[in-house]
């Protein structure tokens, strides 16, 4: 289980901005501090709540956000152009980022084997992870002032 003081793993995945590209997280670590928002499925309630969150009341100005799901590329593309979000998505059905993490879990009730926990992470400048939360079941948030105080401590 990543926690906080690991270095963070790195993986790659799909970038999704106005473009589609090839992600390797390691390309993004070492300037400012990274959030890793997973989240389970794009289109989804708590998902979307969660994401238009990061969209309208996170300060993003001193890190990189990635929202990160298992999700193809192409649907992430269609949910970031329909809840005009400002930051990159990353697709992850290879299940690259979620393992890495160890943040895999499954919707058995409809079928669905594996999706990226809720969970987010913060890495610093020097690639250590210095905050993380799980959600304890799929309909729970972040809490964004932690989130936001985690971003500034990583930032010094």
């Not at 926690?3 to 090839?22: H, K, N, Q, W």
């Not at 390309?27 to 928002?37: F, K, N, S, T, Y």
């Not at 001193?62 to 593309?77: E, I, K, M, N, R």
């Not at 269609?78 to 895999?104: C, E, K, M, N, W």
Request: glycine share 6%; proline share 6%; charged share 25%.
């Amino acid at each position: 289980m990543t926690d906080v003081g690991d270095d963070a793993p790195t993986f790659t995945a799909s970038l999704v901005t106005d473009d589609m590209e090839p992600f390797d997280l390691s390309d993004h670590l070492g300037d400012e501090p990274v959030v890793l928002a997973f989240f389970p499925a794009a289109f989804s309630n708590t998902c979307t709540d969660e994401m238009e969150a990061l969209r309208d009341g996170f300060d993003r100005d001193d890190c990189t956000l990635f929202g990160v799901s298992t999700d193809l590329p192409h649907a992430l593309d269609a949910y970031r152009v329909q809840y005009d979000l400002p930051f990159a998505l990353v697709a992850d059905p290879a299940h690259r980022g979620i393992t890495a993490y160890d943040v895999v879990d499954s919707f058995d009730h409809i079928g669905v084997d594996t999706v990226a926990q809720r969970a987010v992470f913060v890495i610093d400048g020097d690639g250590v992870v210095t905050h993380r939360w799980l959600a304890d079941n799929p309909g729970q948030e972040p809490d964004y002032d932690a989130l936001a105080t985690a971003v500034d401590e990583a930032s010094k």
